[in-house]
């Protein structure tokens, strides 16, 4: 049992819980704790700090690469690619309407495509798909996000690549910085953060939600926002959600690094940016889809040779580095690559599913859960 002094300063009952501090559940509470300034909210989350995707991806405030939006296209239609790029360009505004750039190490670099020789890409082609996306995404943004580098592409030293596509709107940031950040806002508005607390299921009783966790401490609440993403069974039976791993490395210093900003390639399947001087790179999960289907934090030899040989023949040719830092973090993939906005039941809401671009799009979608549990 609970003594009565926990029960009253910890444990009483809650308007709304958040399950999961990721951005998906910072944000949420963000915006829930600016639209309903007088209720009480919690966040449960199982670790000590948030650790899924959040804190551990590669920090990419990730507007979308020539490519990958067209293959959005291709898959989903052309207004679910712009809803996709609508939300991530609101979400990063809201980022750095919110906090300073600076506290968040934000930097509007640009972003780049790289495409092989082995792609055997023509010009011509390139050059008609970038007009035919800047002319699509028009009523999303003044500004032409595309265009082909020609004759400048050299300056990157990259090795083997014909052609780079260069979109303007994309930056980079310091995730753990944005967490951070948000965590110290949001404790400073009265929002309580629960860590070490891992929900295990929840019973609708009228209209009290029963939320049993790992600990002896019963929690109720009127409304719950799941933003586990997906990565616990059970709580969101009607959403399927795969996990995919995304494994990263950050390399020694290098020195003359020419160049700055974020890099996709392969339909961004491969990914990476400087932090700094040193080389931030991500990915090959397409070099072992059924290995990476997992929720383990590790990180497997085949996914890092297979970027380490990425990074010694392409991106930094004959250059010496030695690889510092290794990590992995898990994405939750939905059906498609829209993300899960919902209301599972009357009181029962989730925002699950942000798959490889939440850290842009998770603004947009607090903002919206915050307006959904309102009504
Ligand atoms: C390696 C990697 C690189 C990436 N790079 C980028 C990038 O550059 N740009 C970009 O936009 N996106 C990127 N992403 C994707 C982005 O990080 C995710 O889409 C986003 O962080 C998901 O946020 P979330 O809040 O939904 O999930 P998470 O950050 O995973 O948060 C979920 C939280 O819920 C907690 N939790 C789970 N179950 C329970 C439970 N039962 N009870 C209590 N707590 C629970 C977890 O501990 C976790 O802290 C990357 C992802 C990875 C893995």
Redesign the pocket.
Known sequence: MTSIWEKESFFEHQDIII???????LWSAYFLCRKQRKAKITI????PI?????T?????A?FGSLSELLADEQALGTEAMLTLVEMRQKGLERITKSFSKKALDFEKTGGYELYTQSEQRKTEDLEAQVKYLNKSLKPLIKVKPFSLLGKKSSRFGFKNITHIIQNTPEGQLHPGKLARALIQYLQCKGVQILNG???KSYEEQGEIIHVQTNHIYPLTTNQILI???G??GG?LPSISTMPAR???FLTSEIKNLPWKGTFHFDEGYY?FRNLGKKVLL?GARNSAFAEEETFSLETSDTVQQELERFLKEVILPGQTFTIDHRW?????MGQSKLPDLSRVSENVYAV?N???????M?PYLGEEAAKLMAM
Do not use: D, H
């Open positions: 399950v999961g501090s990721g951005f998906a559940g449960v989350e199982k670790e948030p650790t899924g995707a959040s551990r991806n590669a920090g990419f990730c607390v891992e929900v933003c586990n993403n990565l616990s709580l995304g494994q990263v990914y991500g992995s973090g898990t994405m939750g699950v942000l798959g490889g671009i939440g850290v842009a998770a």
